[in-house]
């Protein structure tokens, strides 16, 4: 999980986890946002999206 404060679901597949502001992406986007690469914060969307591209200082 990104966070505990951010659910997450994976574009194209079935997978999804987590509750709190919504963050969507591809695996490959929140698997590399996950590991802290900010640039990644720009492929994901939803409502807690702006907040995790705060947190990683984008």
């Not at 079935?14 to 900010?38: D, I």
């Amino acid at each position: 999980m990104l966070s505990k404060a951010f659910p997450e679901a994976c574009a194209g597949g079935s997978f999804a986890t987590g509750s709190g502001l919504l963050v969507s992406g591809t695996g490959s986007a929140l698997v590399m946002a996950m590991t802290g690469r900010a640039t990644y914060c720009d492929d994901l969307v939803g409502d807690g999206a702006a907040l995790l591209r705060r947190r990683c200082g984008t």
